[in-house]
């Protein structure tokens, strides 16, 4: 008999908490072996105090740093969990999981953070207002302009979690929310509660993260929802039931506690009529078909729980999935060597699913590889297991004569059981195919097998609305596709209906979910004021020609490095005047001799030029000319440009100035530069609009020429 | 006694519907005169059969017109509504709206159209999938991408509308619905349901409408829900109430029925201690809260209801609101002479209202401003009334002296009732501010009213999270600004908590909220056959140089029409060696002498260049030497570029060539040429990258060549 059971800690309120010793709980299993590893319980924690010191202490924490700064921290996380995996592995083991699936957990996990950590600071400004969209122009004279801003939610992020994935399935939810500068309370499920306490455990040794930015509610989340209002979100995974009864609560019906949810859904691999037997596309489908069906003992979300095939090819599916089962897939506890394929999370997942296969072959499904045991005894007892009290399991493959039975589109068996369903190809099969993919009623995901661009066309476009992913996978990606089942932290993961009607990942998408989006209004200047970038109209400070604005004493700001640049701070100069002798010239030197800069009379007939007129790109290359400061300084590079856009053509005789601002400053939080970019106005001698653009630079911080010189330094790719 | 009073009709399976005679049914009033103006009742009507003839004739028809063709039909929508605007004016007068009050309805309404067919045919593709966000490298090799797409959502948007704007409150979640091909099944409040209806009429008599697009239920929604699933959606306005009621329906809760709700709110104008009496701040702050008082007898939900001003103001500005009321407001029936606001929409309304004010009277409130006479009985028989029977009320302000007070931040008066509340100044005020404002609980919009661009900074980000909009006031845009109460097309409309969480209008993110977002991975091949746009890495055409994958017989893209033209075509240019003269020669003849293109040895010390390198402009430039085919063809312009990145340098010696691949074909729907983008890439002689971007042309549609020529035609402006 086991006595000394540790009871999983809580940590809250910046501390480890534990219940009482004799407070109620339940325990927590080996899969594989039935021994009692740990006992979880919440019992008299106070949730109310969790909550509120996640809007005091982790709000104000949190938003003392910056996007940038977050990502970093995340980097730095990331950085030590990958110190501490083998730890984790191990206690990884005891739920079932392979060290493959472990992986998909574990190191998953931390690539979450390292990609948010990444698109953080590419893709995210270096503070904390992310103006998304274009300025609107809300009054003729343009003294009213409007835009939209995002700044983060004022309150907590319940992160409630299934218990499949329990470190993947924790940062996936943190990374968006810490990114944002929202503070996590994490609820993880019971089963696999030591291995999500355990990687916060390791979080929290690494002392990265700010007071109250992470909590964690190792028990039942009781009455933590009647605890939020509208300042806080939930983000649910989990059961479509819990979802609609968490969604019903008054506070998330009434109240305005933002609600996402991730549920389980049946999700779809449809094969295309020209994949058949032999051809890189149908080995590719039963590849796929039979890692949904194993990898964490089918226990995935975004299992493969439907092969929609056509109607000749049942048979060869049905064979081929079988023989590769048998072939590749040895159960057992996944601690012995040769074990392919670990235990169900617990001898009630195992019960649960058994029932919902007798269910289904009730219903019109007929057993087409594998074998079911009566429910609730094991019919595995695999190599190391502790017979009888291992939740085992062989995949099961069923066969639907009736692809329209109702069974296989509304139950789930949430292991390793996957239908086979056949379409009519009379007409090609997309449609037919699409209609079966519906009947699931709203997926995570789906995958289109099929090398004829036609028929991936019509399905993807045909199932697109009712999925929150589709992977096309032929044989030219088969090989380097990241699989159906895996969600990837670039993608959003989530789906309509069914599938819970949620969307987490997506890359800074999921840090925006986070974030309250607010149009403001207002005048050039107090845009400028509340965004922190220059808004066109607003004021500025003018070096250069006094005729177009500069004012004697102004320093040229190509002089200023980052800590002197200020947004406003602009260049105009003076008028150059372009003769047809530059414009043949200019044709000449680059060989663009297109018939508008060179043929007066075929020029004159194009609807958009008054005759011979001069390249874009010869008035962009003079703009540089002259707002150029030649002699070394702050500015190291034009890493490149955005937005050009050719308003009014420019004739020989005409003249052609330059107006450049500081519009958007961005030091990098890692480097000794950042990027300025610079909005850039070209107009001719009557102040007509000739091009605008963005000009895009890298400037030093610190005034302190060459000081990044002599080592080569990268230039950032276009978002 | 009247007798001829008539049903207002149902618009349902393209025909219009009407109960049984004897049907149960509302009386709908003139809201001055309380004449019974028309019988409103749905009894009887079959809204399951109305929900299937939106999800699928609404949707088949919907889905023959590509979102450009859906725009064009919003406009010759617009202009068709605008010349029957008189006959809705005169309806609209029997709701007690002012001549003011009605353009603010139908005016705005048509408004609606005409912006969302512009931003449509602007910021749409001409097809019916949307690419949404750069594509994700997912493998080394480029064979595996990924990105997101949008589709349209494939049921039905169900439309629940509030009584104060019956024409505005309709076509604003019309139009978007529209562009996004999803059906509308539009559900007016009793009140103003005779107005709805009359503008569905005009709708309908336009014959611009396909079949299914749009139904009217004129009667109360009953079972409607009960008919939803996934595929659906509902937008509703209207009381926080019946918004948690809905939310809690089985099919939203559980059953995946898309909901957004826009409920009203306490929004609050924010003065600043700047803008003191004499200042146009707060000569603009008074104006405002007055015409938010009086507009629409304050039946807005965006409108004033908590004026937060610097205590020591309290005083004056409740002085200043008072005079302006009493010297701009005459209440009384819209159709008579001389009436600036009118009446209550009915006398419910009324008696809802006094209850309102009197309950917080009883909670701290005092009267400043108005007189208010016993519950029930109208105070204010105005001229052209029928007396007793006009649901007319005077403007009320109430001054709160303590600014905490609970029921100033959660009770609402819906009607001319504005209070004031004062805040300490001592540190500055702006925390102060934010923190009252703040105690709404959620807003659709605040105005901030201040020439001080910390105040404005610090009270904007502040408050920003709990709201849906902020409008910042000034002497710069106090007379250009639209007005503190009325959303804009472009700028989302709703607000957290209790504004009702939701999300409306702000351009095209408001089209996309009827639409499913989906992440597709694939191939590069398969990517460009979902989307219809060329990826890196898919399969093309190329003419030009062989070495460089050239066909011998492809011909050069920049020769074919759009008709000619397929994505994927492309053309390859041989290379062109540049020398130090080249470059010398550049600097000299544009003026761009920048050190590291004449300097040896401080081109050197910069991190970036390995030395003296050509300039990013030359590289450009003879980039469109080696690609331009110069003689007249159906390229009539280049009129930009977009995502221009230098990420090689490229110095003496070097060598460099383009390659060009038609990527995206946007023929206009209105024009007979259109948008190509090309896809630019130019390598060194080694293949590296040396720059890459988009070049944007405008190409004719048919290759006739000058067809287009001889009259003059617009340059696209950046999004």
Chains 1, 2 share one sequence.
């Not at 601002?661 to 990098?668: Q, V, Y």
């Not at 605008?692 to 950032?716: F, I, W």
Request: proline residues 6%; hydrophobic residues 40%.
């Amino acid at each position: 008999m086991k006595t000394a059971v540790e009871t999983v800690p809580s940590y809250v309120l910046d501390a480890w908490w534990m219940p009482d010793a004799g407070a109620p709980a339940t325990d927590a299993r080996d899969a594989s072996t039935g021994e009692v590893l740990a006992r979880v319980s919440a019992e008299g924690l106070d949730l109310a105090a969790v909550v509120e010191h996640a809007r005091t202490v982790g709000q104000e924490e949190l938003g003392r740093l910056t996007m940038h700064g977050r990502a970093l921290k995340l980097r730095e996380l990331a950085g030590y969990l990958n110190g501490r995996r083998e730890e984790l592995y191990a206690v990884s083991a005891q739920t079932g999981a392979t060290r493959g699936d472990s992986m998909v957990d574990i190191d998953g996990g931390i690539g979450v953070l390292f990609t948010f950590s990444s698109k953080g600071r590419r893709e995210l400004p270096n503070s904390n207002v992310v103006v998304e969209g274009p300025v609107e122009p809300l009054s003729k004279d343009g003294s009213f302009i409007g835009e939209h801003i995002y700044t983060r939610i004022p309150g907590a992020d319940v992160q409630v979690n299934a218990f499949n994935f329990p470190v993947w399935g924790m940062l996936e939810k943190f990374a968006p929310a810490f990114l944002a500068g929202v503070p996590t309370i994490v609820k993880p499920a019971t089963p696999g509660m030591h291995l999500a306490a355990a990687a916060v455990r390791a979080m929290v040794d690494s002392g990265i993260l700010p007071p109250g930015s992470l909590q964690l509610v190792a028990g039942s989340a009781r009455d933590l929802l009647d605890q939020l209002d509208y300042r806080d979100m939930v983000s649910f995974t989990g059961s479509a039931a819990t979802a609609a009864l968490l969604r019903a609560h008054p506070n998330v019906s009434g109240g305005g506690v933002r609600f996402t949810a991730e549920t389980d859904s049946l999700n779809a691999a449809i094969l295309g009529p020209d994949a058949m037997p032999g051809t890189p596309e149908f080995e590719a489908f039963i590849r796929s078909v039979v890692t949904e069906m194993t990898v964490k003992a089918g226990q995935k979300c975004t299992a493969i729980r439907r092969a929609i095939v056509p109607d000749g090819l049942r048979g060869a599916v049905i064979d081929a999935v079988g023989a590769r089962i048998n072939e590749r897939v040895v159960v057992g506890d996944p601690r012995t060597e040769g074990v392919t394929m670990g235990a169900l999370a617990s001898l009630e997942q195992l019960a649960d699913v058994r029932a919902a296969v007798e269910a289904m072959l009730a219903a019109g499904g007929e057993l087409a590889h594998g074998t079911l045991a009566a429910p609730g005894v094991p019919d595995a007892a695999g190599p190391g297991s502790g017979v009888g009290r291992g939740a085992f399991m062989s995949p099961v493959l069923l066969d639907w004569p009736d692809a329209e039975a109702a069974a296989v589109h509304t139950l789930e068996a949430f292991g390793p059981v996957c239908g086979v369903l056949g379409f009519s190809t009379h007409d090609g099969g997309a449609s037919e195919a699409v209609r079966l993919a519906a009947l699931g009623a709203g997926s995570l995901v789906a995958t289109v097998c099929s090398n004829d661009p036609d028929f991936v066309r019509e399905v993807v476009t045909g199932i697109a609305a009712r999925h929150g992913r589709v992977l096309v996978l032929n044989r030219e990606d088969a090989r380097t596709s990241t699989g159906h089942g895996s969600p990837v932290p670039h993608l959003v993961h989530g789906g309509p209906g069914r599938a819970g009607g949620g969307e987490e990942l997506g890359g800074i998408r999921s840090v925006k979910h986070h974030m309250q989006r607010t149009a403001i209004q207002g005048s050039p200047n107090m845009l400028t004021a509340v965004t922190g970038v220059w808004h066109e109209g607003a004021d500025r400070r003018i070096a250069g020609e006094a005729e177009f604005g500069g004012v004697a004493g102004e320093v040229h700001p190509f002089r200023k490095s980052l800590a002197e640049l200020r947004i406003g701070d602009a260049f105009a100069s003076g008028l150059r005047p372009v003769s047809l002798e530059d414009i043949t010239a200019f044709a000449e030197s680059t060989g663009d001799t297109f018939y508008a800069h060179t043929d007066p009379v075929a020029a004159a007939k194009n609807p958009f030029f008054p005759g011979i007129v001069a390249h874009g790109y010869l008035l962009v290359s003079w703009a540089a000319g002259l707002f150029v400061e030649p002699a070394p300084g702050p500015v190291l590079a034009n890493y490149g440009l955005e937005k050009l856009r050719f308003l009014t053509p420019v004739a020989a005789g005409d003249s052609i100035r330059v107006t450049l601002t500081a519009k958007e400053i961005s030091p990098r939080v890692t480097d000794d530069y950042g990027e300025v970019r610079w909005d850039t106005v070209i107009n001719n001698q009557n102040g007509d609009v000739v091009a605008s653009y963005d000009v895009l630079t890298l400037v030093e911080k610190e005034d302190t020429l060459y000081k990044s010189r002599g080592r080569r330094a990268t230039v950032p790719r276009p978002p």
